[in-house]
């Protein structure tokens, strides 16, 4: 995460102005009290180790380029920060409330979007062990958990704990950890699902990713996936939609802004990427206006 001397505290959302080029404070972009309570809380430990590592490098997240060409700065930190901090509203973007109602016309096209990829998934042969990466708050999780044997995981506790709930509330079990999304596999398993991550993968870093998803199954094993069209009312009122950048802004209800990668892919280039990759039967399709629908065997 790039250094910067001034900001809003990833955690707190307290402005705050460094005193020097090497406080601590402008590498974790976290405020004096937040980094004084890392030992209490599992997200500020991380962003204060990554922090010094950081400082110690004299380089904040980025390395120098060989070629000439600019580095693509690393967001992981603050898209995690922003995942975190998103918890408690994450499920406004599916429900169409608050900031996300968009008004009667399109909040319908969503839902009736919404019903088409859930009745996909649903319709996919997937069973046994199945792995949910970066499963947020679990909206997906109770529809999974219902055909095999299942184990979400998440960078962020606390959408974990929002995702324990819901899977309560359906009475269904699963395996909930957390997980960073491009840690290494350490099994393979009949069905990986993905939702809404694949717009996350840096366009540098796709095929990587894919292998990576490659390896978490067993051979015929299933690979599905839902993600975002560009349409310019899938977002918040005050959020802009572009096709043509990677990294957009995200703000929260309480004003707090953050940067995340937001890749809109097409169907075509993620069919030829997933065949790269080793997968076989690679198919995406969309929705009407909002969804990426895909799947592959591996």
């Known amino acids: 995460m790039a250094f910067r ?18 406080d601590l404070e402008g590498y974790a972009q976290l405020c004096p009290a937040c980094v004084g309570r890392a030992g209490e809380n599992g997200f500020l430990r991380f962003r204060l180790k ?13 390395s120098a380029p060989a070629d000439g060409v600019p580095p693509v700065e690393d967001l992981s930190g ?31 096209a969503w839902t009736a979007d919404l019903d088409s990829a859930t009745l ?39 959408p974990l704990d929002r995702a324990r709930d819901r899977l309560l509330a359906h009475g269904l079990r699963a395996h909930i ?23 996350h993968v ?3 870093r796709l095929t990587e990713f894919l292998e990576l998803a490659r390896r978490w199954l067993k051979p015929g094993g299933l690979f599905a996936f839902i993600d975002s069209r560009p349409d310019p ?3 918040a009122v005050d959020q802009e939609v572009s096709a043509e950048v990677e990294v957009a802004p995200r703000r929260l209800a309480d004003g707090r802004e953050f940067r995340v990668v937001k890749v809109y892919w097409q169907p075509a ?30």
């Open 50 to 62: 990554a922090a010094l590592a950081e400082r110690s490098a004299g380089a904040p997240g980025t």
């Open 233 to 235: 009312h899938s977002g």
């Open 269 to 298: 280039e993620l069919e030829a990427a997933l065949r790269a990759a080793g997968f076989s039967r690679a198919e995406v399709t969309t929705t009407s206006r909002f969804f990426l629908l895909g799947s592959a065997t591996a």
């Open 5 to 22: 001397t001034a900001f809003d505290c990833l955690w707190c959302g307290t402005a705050h102005v460094v005193g020097s080029p090497d």
């Open 202 to 204: 840096p366009r540098a």
């Open 120 to 158: 996909w998934l649903d319709g996919l042969p997937i069973q046994g062990e199945i792995v949910e990466l970066a499963a947020g708050t679990g909206w997906w999780s109770a529809l999974l958990a219902g055909k095999g044997v299942l184990s979400l995981y998440d960078a962020n506790e606390l």
């Open 78 to 108: 603050e898209m995690k920060a922003y995942y975190a901090a998103r918890a408690p509203e994450y499920d406004d973007w599916y429900l169409r409330t608050g900031r996300y109602s968009r008004g009667p016309v399109h909040d319908l």
């Open 177 to 199: 950890h957390v997980r960073d999304a491009w840690a290494e596999p350490d099994r393979a398993v009949d069905a990986l699902y993905c939702g809404f991550w694949l717009s």
